[in-house]
């Protein structure tokens, strides 16, 4: 049965980014792309994935990041054509040539549009947080896979900015990968 997956990683103390909004903590950590038996965590994950949004703050980092206003086909290198979605209440930038669909609102029907367009595959909500937060608070995420780095930030965006209590979270798996702890929890719908 397919899956509806908030997959990111995040610092020891709950934060998926920086005071800044940047994932650079993240790649001097080494990114858990790769895992002592260079097996590939993000690649393994992502070969399920049919379909995944993310909301505008994580766009626009990894538009930036990436320069991919100078280099759009960097985005159907990482991504392929598999089609994302991007929450937004702003004008920003399209991706010549990608599947990217800007949108906003309640995420119910996106999530309809998605399932659809995943064709059976897995959902994958980028984040950040806020957004998979939605998925949540509609019965629409059925699970959490964090991946926790050795780094702590202080500060910043937090990995999921609301309160799910243990009555809906379940611990499913537990595993090291390099410097990485991922964590499984399963999502039941609330109340």
């Not at 960097?74 to 991504?79: A, L, N, S």
């Not at 549009?113 to 937060?133: H, K, Q």
Request: glycine residues 10%.
């Amino acid at each position: 049965m397919p899956k509806t997956q908030y997959y990111t990683a995040t610092s020891i103390d709950g934060y998926i980014a920086d005071e800044h909004n940047s994932l650079d903590w993240l790649f001097e950590t080494g990114d858990g792309r790769d895992d002592e038996n260079g097996e590939q965590p993000f690649a393994t994950f992502f070969a399920d994935v049919g379909a995944f949004a993310m909301g505008a703050t994580t766009y626009e980092w990894v538009f930036a990041h990436e320069k991919l206003g100078d280099q759009p086909q960097k985005w159907r290198e990482y991504y392929g054509d598999v089609p994302s979605w991007v929450f937004t209440h702003r004008q920003l930038p399209p991706l010549p040539g990608s599947t990217v669909h800007f949108v906003q609102g309640d995420v119910r029907p996106v999530h309809a549009a998605m399932t659809e367009a995943a064709s059976g595959r897995n959902i994958w909500i980028v984040g950040g947080g806020e957004l998979a937060g939605a998925f949540a608070d509609a019965g629409l995420l059925d699970e959490v896979i964090l991946g926790v780095a050795p780094v702590t930030l202080g500060a910043g965006a937090p990995v999921l900015p609301r309160r799910l209590t243990s009555s809906r979270l379940t611990l499913t798996t537990l595993e090291r990968r390099g410097p990485f702890a991922y964590l499984t929890y399963s999502v039941a719908p609330p109340h």
